[in-house]
């Protein structure tokens, strides 16, 4: 736990050796082919599946196990004090109770009964993205499916590699944010103990004043809690500053709801395999858009003839009543989990230019950086960042949703400000 300073702002690992990568690729390669004529159940179990965790342990120190993710595609679960937490997702609570049975409370129940104090004591390492303590014994399920494994069907060992470092970015986050959450329970804390009448009360001022500075407190939530008369006041006005931490500059959502996606795609980008995710992204979008069946296609077409002639019709009262109609139904503007696809693919694209910033790179570093970033850029340029039709709608007619559109391509371009295309330009010009 990093207890120098209280922050929720995004942070990132340093950019690493590759070496985890390269381990996670030679631990796929090895399972192409392994498991013919094998049970899932086997198959899951077995050492040569499982060697994937311990490449992770040995690189991360973090504890993870395979499973079965057939049904719901790459994905990870996190231990919790139980599966029915309000902060789970209604739908991941009904997959961890009726689907996997994953008692992740066990697990945390365990470590915390060995601990011999109240405190959680463990550490999140964002230089050389190592987890130690309380975060290297608790133990998450990476969720894979089989066919990634066995064939190239839905990426080569190289791309199912980056995946599976996606997704570890994203327990890697968890343990990070989850190690500031304590962080602020601990002033917290202190700060509560001081309002004990045995407190005299210049001593509870220098404590209030230190937690009002760790907590980056405002000059009026300063002077809320110096003058709180209650334990309630204190955690009422606490727990607001770090909910005002946690916004983004804009005063919406939009960057911290995209965040936990953004920090897994750059704790693989920074790993070396930014480029190779993009390439997968790319196949798995193309995999899962397989054309429609000539029959349905055909119903389809016959719905939208009959649909133009009742319209021809009925056109003053249909026009009326569909306005009407979209006006009621269409939906607020929604932040996508990953971002857009554009979006998402331009991050990592960025990520290539922050690197070669460096000016200690050598020349054939620089052209491995340059190769990266034209084969992303190209994949990135081929990718439009529009609205489906009903959204397009709402774009015209609700000034909300407009609004919150524009904030989202703002903080895209906000991003975009410190990654200009001028650096991989001019280290093109360096490396002639």
């Known amino acids: 736990?990093?207890?120098?300073?209280?922050?929720?702002?995004?942070?990132?690992?340093?950019?690493?050796?590759?070496?985890?990568?390269?381990?996670?690729?030679?631990?796929?390669?090895?399972?192409?082919?392994?498991?013919?004529?094998?049970?899932?159940?086997?198959?899951?179990?077995?050492?040569?599946?499982?060697?994937?965790?311990?490449?992770?342990?040995?690189h991360t120190h973090m504890t993870i196990s395979l499973v079965d993710g057939t049904e719901t595609g790459p994905m990870v679960i996190f231990p919790a004090v139980d599966e029915s937490h309000p902060l789970r997702p209604n739908w991941i609570k009904q997959f961890i109770i009726d689907g996997y049975r994953y008692d992740g409370a066990a697990d945390v129940r365990r470590i915390m009964k060995t601990m011999e104090s109240n405190l959680v004591q463990g550490a999140v390492d964002l230089k050389h993205s190592k987890v130690s303590g309380v975060f290297a014994e608790l133990q998450s399920q990476l969720l894979m499916p089989r066919s990634m494994f066995e064939n190239d069907l839905m990426g080569t060992v190289e791309q199912v590699a980056a995946i599976v470092l996606h997704e570890i970015g994203h327990i890697f986050t968890v343990f990070e944010y989850?190690?500031?959450?304590?962080?602020?329970?601990?002033?917290?804390?202190?700060?509560?103990?001081?309002?004990?009448?045995?407190?005299?009360?210049?001593?509870?001022?220098?404590?209030?004043?230190?937690g009002a500075e760790l907590m980056r407190m405002s000059k009026e939530q300063r002077e809320a809690v110096l003058n709180a008369k209650s334990e309630a006041e204190v955690t009422c006005i606490v727990i607001d500053s770090a909910?005002?931490?946690?916004?983004?500059?804009?005063?919406?959502?939009?960057?911290?709801?995209?965040?936990?996606?953004?920090?897994?795609?750059?704790?693989?980008?920074?790993?070396?395999?930014?480029?190779?995710?993009?390439?997968?992204?790319?196949?798995?979008?193309?995999?899962?858009?397989?054309?429609?069946?000539?029959?349905?296609?055909?119903?389809?077409?016959?719905?939208?003839?009959?649909?133009?002639?009742?319209?021809?019709?009925?056109?003053?009262?249909?026009?009326?009543?569909?306005?009407?109609?979209?006006?009621?139904?269409?939906?607020?503007?929604?932040?996508?989990?990953?971002?857009?696809?554009?979006?998402?693919?331009?991050?990592?694209?960025?990520?290539?230019?922050?690197?070669?910033?460096?000016r200690s790179l050598s020349p054939e570093q620089k052209k491995a950086i340059l190769a990266d970033y034209e084969a992303i850029k190209a994949i990135a340029d081929k990718v439009e960042d529009s609205l489906p039709l009903l959204r397009k709608f709402s774009y015209f007619v609700n000034p909300r949703y407009r609004n919150a559109r524009k904030?989202?391509?703002?903080?895209n371009d906000l991003e975009a400000l410190g990654a200009s295309s001028l650096f991989a330009d001019a280290a093109k010009l360096s490396t002639l």
């Open 407 to 411: 904030f989202h391509l703002l903080q």
């Open 178 to 210: 989850a190690g500031r959450t304590i962080t602020t329970n601990n002033v917290l804390a202190g700060m509560l103990r001081a309002m004990d009448k045995t407190v005299i009360a210049d001593e509870r001022t220098t404590v209030f004043a230190k």
């Open 1 to 58: 736990m990093r207890s120098t300073a209280i922050s929720l702002a995004l942070e990132a690992i340093d950019f690493q050796n590759g070496d985890l990568y390269q381990d996670l690729i030679d631990a796929c390669r090895d399972l192409r082919g392994f498991g013919k004529g094998m049970s899932d159940r086997d198959f899951w179990a077995s050492d040569e599946v499982q060697s994937i965790a311990r490449v992770v342990k040995a």
């Open 243 to 358: 909910v005002q931490l946690s916004r983004s500059e804009l005063g919406l959502n939009i960057y911290d709801i995209t965040g936990s996606e953004q920090l897994a795609d750059q704790f693989a980008a920074r790993h070396g395999a930014g480029r190779t995710l993009v390439l997968a992204l790319d196949k798995l979008e193309r995999f899962y858009k397989k054309p429609l069946h000539w029959f349905l296609r055909m119903i389809g077409f016959i719905f939208q003839v009959v649909g133009w002639i009742f319209i021809a019709a009925m056109l003053h009262v249909v026009l009326l009543a569909t306005f009407l109609f979209m006006y009621a139904i269409v939906p607020e503007y929604e932040i996508p989990e990953h971002n857009t696809l554009k979006g998402r693919y331009m991050r990592i694209l960025h990520e290539c230019t922050e690197q070669l910033k460096n």
